[in-house]
């Protein structure tokens, strides 16, 4: 398993937007943690098949523990609608390192445990320091043109990353935008 540090789980509610009841509340979990970046620190890296693992890894930690925390709100996995994923790399790695985490092998996990997900898991990367934010795009699951679901969600630690550590996190939604009305032309 990945050296993780630290972790942070939030949960957003939305109950009432412009003044109206949101029923059900749409709902969004963010899941964020700190781990140790293996490879810090060295030379240009050809193989990133240890952080690609890391990934792989990191998300199967993050999506049972953003699933518990939807399961205390009445969440079961297949009510998810929405997903997303971003990273940040401390200053001793590379912006490549985000990317091996993210995209080869994180994907597998989260479909797995919410039921299925036929669509790319919107994502985005950045090198940063210390309480470095990065807001990450959310998407439907099984259609990236549902327009409903096309939302983002911000996350940060304040103590992370590292020079020596990736901030890798997921965000999970249901029930898209509260209230969404955007059409797509024609429709």
Same mark, same amino acid.
């Given at each position: 398993?990945?050296?993780?540090?630290? $972790?942070? +789980?939030?949960?957003?509610?939305?109950?009432?937007?412009?003044?109206?009841?949101?029923?059900? @509340?749409?709902?969004?979990?963010?899941?964020?943690?700190?781990?140790?970046? @293996?490879? %810090?620190? /060295?030379?240009?890296?050809?193989?990133? *098949?240890? $952080?690609? /693992?890391? *990934? %792989?890894?990191?998300?199967?930690?993050?999506?049972?523990?953003?699933?518990? +925390?939807? %399961?205390?709100?009445?969440?079961?996995?297949? /009510?998810?609608?929405?997903?997303?994923?971003?990273?940040? +790399?401390?200053?001793?790695?590379?912006?490549?390192?985000?990317? !091996?985490?993210?995209?080869?092998?994180?994907?597998?996990?989260?479909?797995? =445990?919410?039921?299925?997900?036929?669509?790319?898991?919107?994502?985005?990367?950045?090198?940063?320091?210390?309480?470095?934010?990065?807001?990450? @795009?959310?998407?439907?699951?099984?259609?990236?043109?549902?327009?409903?679901?096309?939302? !983002?969600?911000?996350?940060?630690? @304040?103590? =992370?990353?590292? !020079?020596?550590?990736?901030?890798?996190?997921?965000?999970?939604?249901?029930?898209?935008?509260?209230? !969404?009305?955007? /059409?797509?032309?024609?429709?």
């Amino acid at each position: 398993m990945a050296d993780i540090r630290t $972790l942070s +789980v939030t949960l957003l509610e939305v109950h009432r937007e412009s003044g109206t009841a949101v029923t059900p @509340p749409t709902r969004k979990v963010v899941a964020t943690a700190a781990v140790a970046n @293996p490879i %810090a620190g /060295q030379p240009l890296v050809a193989d990133l *098949g240890e $952080l690609e /693992q890391l *990934g %792989a890894d990191v998300a199967s930690y993050l999506v049972q523990r953003a699933l518990e +925390v939807l %399961a205390s709100a009445g969440v079961t996995p297949d /009510q998810v609608r929405g997903y997303g994923k971003g990273a940040i +790399v401390g200053t001793d790695g590379e912006l490549e390192h985000t990317a !091996a985490v993210l995209h080869p092998r994180f994907g597998a996990p989260v479909r797995a =445990a919410i039921g299925g997900g036929t669509d790319i898991i919107p994502g985005t990367k950045k090198v940063g320091v210390p309480g470095s934010t990065i807001t990450m @795009p959310i998407g439907n699951k099984d259609d990236r043109w549902v327009f409903d679901d096309m939302d !983002a969600a911000e996350t940060s630690l @304040p103590d =992370a990353p590292r !020079a020596d550590e990736i901030v890798i996190s997921l965000v999970l939604s249901t029930g898209g935008r509260p209230h !969404a009305r955007v /059409q797509k032309p024609g429709a």
